[in-house]
């Protein structure tokens, strides 16, 4: 058994974690190659490759979506993972299950982060389905599975909030953003090397949260963006989630506690402003800024 199997290889985080491993040893699964749903393939693809470590990065994201389709949500994202999970435990592989934030409420705990202890308490059927997908995993892989809860994710590849606020800023365009969401501005480089970590050396097995270290509202990362691509930040007008219209409620309070990493003897994620001064570049070249008004 050697190397790496990473599912959802079209998605921004996996096309980040895949960059970091040597191309010899990693085995990397776009949805049309491998979809989890269907459970025959897995198998095939986890008795064939038997692979030490597998990233779960595959994932139904369509937060508005899950609403009116929750069943096909929870394929993907509970039934399709748990079986991923016990496909591992027969082959003896490590999982590395990428979950998130909207497993819990997103209502204010009295500005204190959600620990990795925090009993989930999902408000939305993105969230629910993704709990569900969770405790499939670590019901399966007690000793090998891990869940890597992450937020707010911005990269060079994909769509994402900080894109479109790259876009808008350098059109040196006027852009309204919600005030009442607050949460990790999370580089997905950053949470790609921390899953390298994870995947590597001895098991780290139960919850993780990979976000960024503070917390900020949208309407202050956007002017962070507009000022770090030196635009005026005044052409960023503050309003609140509920002029947004969308179809799920979006979590008012997503940060994440990071003290899992502090027993393991591990700094958590660098701080967000930092990241996201470092990102911006690949941000900005990346052919395609997405457009992402209603943000996951």
Not at 73 to 96: K, P
Not at 134 to 159: K, S
Not at 266 to 277: C, I, K, N
Request: charged share 20%.
């Amino acid at each position: 058994m050697t190397g790496w199997l990473i599912t959802g290889a079209g998605g921004r985080l996996a096309r980040e974690l895949t960059a970091l491993l040597p191309a010899h040893t990693t085995t990397a699964l776009t949805r049309e190659e491998l979809d989890l749903t269907d459970a025959h393939a897995v198998d095939e693809a986890l008795a064939e490759l038997r692979p030490s470590v597998v990233a779960n990065c595959a994932a139904w994201t369509d937060v508005d979506g899950a609403e009116e389709h929750e069943g096909a949500a929870l394929d993907v994202n509970g039934h399709a993972a748990s079986r991923l999970a016990a496909g591992c435990a027969r082959v003896g592989a490590r999982l590395l299950h990428v979950s998130t934030d909207y497993v819990f409420s997103g209502l204010e705990t009295d500005g204190l982060p959600y620990d990795e202890d925090a009993v989930p308490d999902p408000h939305t059927a993105y969230g629910r389905s993704k709990l569900a997908g969770e405790r499939g995993v670590l019901m399966a892989l007690p000793d090998d599975g891990v869940v890597v809860r992450t937020a707010w994710l911005y990269g060079a590849h994909g769509r994402s909030f900080v894109s479109t606020m790259a876009e808008r800023a350098l059109s040196d365009a006027t852009v309204k953003v919600v005030t009442d969401q607050y949460g990790q501005p999370t580089w997905t480089r950053d949470v790609a090397e921390r899953l390298l970590v994870l995947g590597s050396g001895p098991a780290r097995p139960g919850i993780h949260h990979a976000t960024a270290s503070g917390s900020t509202s949208r309407y202050e990362l956007a002017c962070e963006i507009y000022r770090l691509l030196g635009r005026d930040p005044a052409l960023v007008s503050p309003i609140v989630g509920a002029d947004l219209g969308c179809v799920a409620v979006r979590p008012a309070w997503s940060v994440l506690g990071h003290r899992r990493w502090s027993l393991e003897g591990m700094s958590p994620l660098r701080e967000w402003r930092s990241a996201l001064r470092d990102a911006l570049p690949a941000v900005t070249a990346s052919p395609t800024l997405g457009r992402a008004l209603c943000a996951n």
